[in-house]
């Protein structure tokens, strides 16, 4: 159903170029309604005693080279990537408990990992009847060779190309992408996220990320992020906001006043039961939904200044100092 919602809007952007009426269609109530009761029925344990259902996310990279202001990774405030070894190590232990219909590979921007042909490989060898696509903003695409574009044909491993700015040079050396995608027969599928950017979180008057300590079942409602199941190392999240939500906390990336609560939600992980995991992905509503916003809405598209990105990541360490320093609890 998810596939056929984006079908429908992109038709409608290419008759009208609407891009805001489709991005409002598709983040309706209704839509998401349709949406999340088709994905649980696409929750089941299949022949194997393996867990199918539509997606699941593995993160690569922790940053990012652009500095989205309402990023739901919280990319600009972090950096690094996944090593390798740990990033295989995770497709192949859940390979024996979890058959997904997709695997996306993201980030941040995935193509940022020196080894990240490697692990779509990998991802691909692992689940050979799943869709394997690598999610980016296009911008490192020029830089790729042809024998690689190559290499992710033979391996059918797509991409999702995800337009953050519209700026001359970039549009133009997407342009040349997109000729070279189809030059090599890449599957490969435009969002045009600079036309209907959504956040889910709150920022001070000083740019930085609070908790707007919603109602968690408001914020499920209109969540996309809710069919995002997300793995790592031994562990399976709900959705990806969960998961780098709290990924940042524990780097010290978020201010710990406002976000430590999320250190509270129980994920679930290769240990506990099918029936436990299916329990998790398919009925509850997780308090931490509370650190989202009640109603997503879409905004202007904004990068970070660098200066300000600085100010930002000064003032957050500050907070979390005099955080730590006072020996508060949990949220």
Known sequence: MNKYIRTFCRNLLNITGMWKL??????????????????KRHIYVNTEGKIVFPLVNIFIVKGCNLKCEHCVSFNPFRHGMIPKEEVINTIRQWSERISPQTIALLGGEPLLHPDYQAIAIAA?????????????????????????LKRMVDHDIEFV?????NTENYNRSLSETIRRFQKFGVKYEM??????????????TDGVPISPNSNPTKSWTHCLSKTCTTINNNQLYYCSVIFNMLQAVNEGSLPLVEFSGI???????????????????????????????ENFENIEAKQIPTEELKHIKLMITKMNNEFNTSGSNLI
């Open 22 to 39: 489709a991005s409002t269609i598709r983040r309706s109530n209704v839509a998401n309604v349709i949406r999340h009761v088709i994905h």
């Open 124 to 148: 691909r060898n692992t689940w050979k009847q799943s869709v394997v696509t690598i999610i980016t903003n296009g911008l490192l695409l020029p830089k790729v060779q042809d024998d690689f």
């Open 161 to 165: 190309v995800s337009r953050h700015i």
């Open 191 to 204: 969002i045009e996220s600079q036309k209907s950017w959504v956040t889910c979180h709150s920022l001070n």
């Open 263 to 293: 250190a509270k939600h129980r994920f679930v992980t290769l240990d506990d039961s099918n029936k436990t995991i299916l329990k998790y992905l398919r009925n509850s509503i997780p308090r931490e939904c509370r650190f989202c916003l």
